[in-house]
């Protein structure tokens, strides 16, 4: 992109102050700011000031698949999503992109120690659970990683130095997420340095659009790869290409499934999988309204019980026919470093502005069909949110100890 295309573009989107001190750069950062100006996506600004966010349809009841129907059906599902791994078709997709500010540590979240008298990374417990299937598949099982910009080379040096926790080298491949502008409150681009916009990683929503741009999707299709199981990184408990999982949702017919857990409130601040519009949608805890707390299914059970917990299994065809689809953006509020007026670097402590996020829950109202299938919570569920309290590595421990993991 020249000088003139770059002014343009600026210009249609009303953000020509990037350019402010263009005269003044050496031409490898005349370079560096007309790249980014060309791969920036600057028609999201709007939506600092439109939310696309709260315009849900209609929502109704979705019944999970609960576990004594899974586990009537265990043998059977297992079978046919084992042989399915076995041929290589279910690959996973690791969310590591996130910045994990509330756990408070500059570095990726998998490489937090959960161990109390040995190492155990949290990256270590998704290999470890991985590993389980491989062994009972005798299959190795792709897996990709989404790392961010700010991420990626700390997240690879920290594989490679752990060698790989044990994973074949040849199935773990990394790919770094999109970023997006990240802008004031009305909706102006912040500046990092003269020649360089602020910008942060697009939320989780965009993994299967930036595996693709990444020329990820290559592999997916020339290893044949039609599942395409997506997770997050904070679950130390979580089974990943879980057979039982892949062979429920492929015999139910579903070109997607959730794994749910039972709410232990109508107040947990889980996304509850539903139905808007009769189509498969997700509910944020804070979009549930008292009456949808209250209302009940056939069987006298609160109807919207099941949380999601971010394990996710999609058909890649589906994910490939949904790609192009604008997700509903989030805007989120957040403390972005930038260059004021006189040129100086300032790290506010307070927020002065948004990012915008697309969530892979949302991927969810794109599908015709989603299975929501049930896990035990105690067995498969320990999200490492926070430093101390709910959902943090105090909870995540007791946990993997009820689960006999050796800490
Ligand atoms: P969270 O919503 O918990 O966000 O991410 P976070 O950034 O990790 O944590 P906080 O809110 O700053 O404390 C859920 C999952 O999505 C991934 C995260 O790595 C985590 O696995 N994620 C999130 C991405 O991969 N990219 C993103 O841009 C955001």
């Known amino acids: 992109m020249n000088y003139k295309e770059a002014y343009e573009k600026l210009e249609k989107y009303g953000q020509l102050h990037v350019l402010k001190y263009y005269d003044e750069l050496s031409e490898i950062e005349k370079g560096t700011l007309l790249k980014q100006i060309e791969e920036l996506d600057f028609g999201i600004l709007k939506y600092s000031k439109e939310n696309t966010t709260n315009q849900k349809g209609e929502i109704s009841p979705l019944a999970a698949m609960q576990l004594p129907e899974i586990e009537e059906h265990r043998k059977r599902y297992t079978e046919i999503g ?13 969310l590591a992109g996130g910045m994990g500010t509330r756990l408070g540590s500059d570095h990726p979240k998998g490489m937090f120690d959960i161990g109390l008298t040995r190492p155990v990374y949290i990256f270590q417990r998704i290999i470890e659970n991985m590993l389980d299937v491989v062994r009972q598949a005798g299959a190795w099982v792709h897996l990709f990683v989404m790392t961010s910009d700010k991420n990626h080379d700390m997240t690879v040096a920290f594989f490679e130095e752990k060698g790989y926790f044990g994973y074949s080298k040849d199935y773990i491949r990394f790919f770094i997420q999109d970023v997006v502008p990240a802008s004031d409150y009305e909706g102006n681009v912040y500046m990092e340095e003269r020649w360089k916009i602020a910008t942060s990683p697009n939320g989780n929503g965009g993994w299967f659009s930036s595996m693709n741009k990444c020329g990820l999707l290559n592999i997916v299709r020339e290893d044949g790869i039609e599942w395409i199981n997506v997770f997050a990184v904070d679950n130390v408990l979580q ?11 492929m015999d139910n017919g579903c070109v997607a499934g959730a794994k ?67 997700l509903p953006l989030h805007v989120v509020e957040k403390q972005i470093p930038y260059m004021d007026d006189t040129g100086r670097h300032i790290e506010p402590d307070v927020p002065n502005g948004y990012k915008y996020e697309t969530l892979v829950l949302d991927m969810i109202h794109q599908v015709d069909t989603c299975l929501a299938y049930e896990v035990e919570r105690e067995k498969e569920f320990a999200p490492i949110k926070n430093a101390t309290g709910i959902d943090s590595v105090e909870t995540a421990r007791e946990l993997c100890k009820e689960n006999g993991i050796l800490l």
């Open 260 to 326: 749910v857990v039972k709410k232990n409130s109508p107040d947990e601040r889980v996304g509850a999988l539903c139905l808007e519009d009769g189509r498969p949608s997700i509910v944020e805890y804070y979009e549930l309204t008292d009456e949808m707390k209250m209302a009940k299914d056939a069987d006298g059970n609160p109807a919207y019980d099941f949380g999601v917990i971010l394990n996710y299994i999609f058909k890649t065809q589906t994910l490939v026919e949904i790609m192009d689809r604008q």
């Open 239 to 249: 089974r990943i290409a879980d057979p039982c999982f892949v062979g429920a949702t």
């Open 82 to 94: 084992v042989e399915e791994i076995r041929k290589g078709k279910v690959a996973a997709v690791l």
